[in-house]
């Protein structure tokens, strides 16, 4: 008798921190692949729409995405007294030990590729990692990155066409993004001293668009990290998530 791997990931909801509901998708079977989607996207879009995860399962892992609260599946609490320092990663860290994966293998695209660095600097130590959609500027100079969205969702409901945040804004919209709760996880979200990519001692893939111009440099990344190499994919920030090229290359890195 054989069994046959299903194509549609499995959804479940898992205690956060302070219990708020955070959304895993898995796919596969084998070793567990852990993915951090990037802000105002998803597991589904980040991961699941464009045929990655299944490129990851199909190479014999198991892809495990989670939704960042405020994103795809999970809760989107409004009270700010549910977003202390860091939440993101304290979501992360409690839906990690609920699931008791054991050896693992961190896989994060843009916001999550800041989450991912940030969980291995608190004493997290997967196998290898993946930092897509990163460079080393955007990842050391956090409140730039931030204080731009925090205008940008400040404007979500006047933006108008032809402004320069109208697509960006009409992005997070399609994708259900409540303004004030993200305003809130942003706020939240700490910085990354240059020191702490010390910690970052395991084997990295840096990988990015070739027309990125959002993120810094991923090649001076991946020369600051002990054990790294640097990737280029066809596309820039938003589209190279579309493209084949990224599950090809992240699918290529776990396997070897």
């Not at 708020?20 to 989607?37: K, N, Y």
């Not at 896989?107 to 999550?112: A, F, N």
């Not at 668009?209 to 991923?218: H, Y």
Request: charged content about 20%; hydrophobic content about 45%; overall charge negative.
């Amino acid at each position: 008798m054989c069994t046959v791997m299903s194509n549609e990931p499995r959804l479940t909801i898992v205690p956060g921190y302070a219990g708020i509901g955070v959304a895993v998708h898995r796919l596969g079977a084998g070793p567990p692949v852990v993915m951090i989607h990037g802000l105002a996207s998803s597991a589904y879009t980040n991961w699941i729409r464009y045929g990655h995860a299944a490129k990851i399962a199909a190479a014999g892992f198991e892809a495990i995405m989670l939704d960042l609260r405020c994103h795809g599946e999970s809760e989107a609490p409004l009270d700010p007294a549910t977003y202390p320092r860091d939440v993101a990663l304290l979501d992360i860290e409690a839906v990690l030990a609920a699931l008791d994966l054991g050896a693992i293998d961190l896989v994060g695209y843009s916001l999550g590729a800041r989450f991912s660095v940030a969980l291995v600097s608190r004493g997290l130590k997967p196998g290898r990692l993946v930092l897509g959609g990163m460079g080393y500027e955007t990842l050391t100079d956090w409140a730039a990155r931030r204080d731009h969205f925090l205008a940008m969702l400040a404007r979500f409901d006047v933006s108008r066409l032809g402004d320069a945040d109208y697509l960006a804004i009409q992005f997070m919209k399609q994708m259900h993004i409540d303004p004030v709760a993200v305003s809130l996880l942003l706020r939240s979200t700490g910085d990354i001293a240059p020191a702490l990519l010390d910690s970052v001692t395991m084997p990295t893939l840096v990988v990015a668009g070739s027309e990125d111009r959002e993120v810094g440099s991923p090649e001076t990344l991946a020369d600051r990290l002990a054990d790294a190499r640097h990737q280029f994919v066809p596309g820039n920030h938003m589209s190279c998530v579309t493209r084949p090229e990224l599950g090809d290359a992240i699918a290529a890195y776990l396997a070897t």
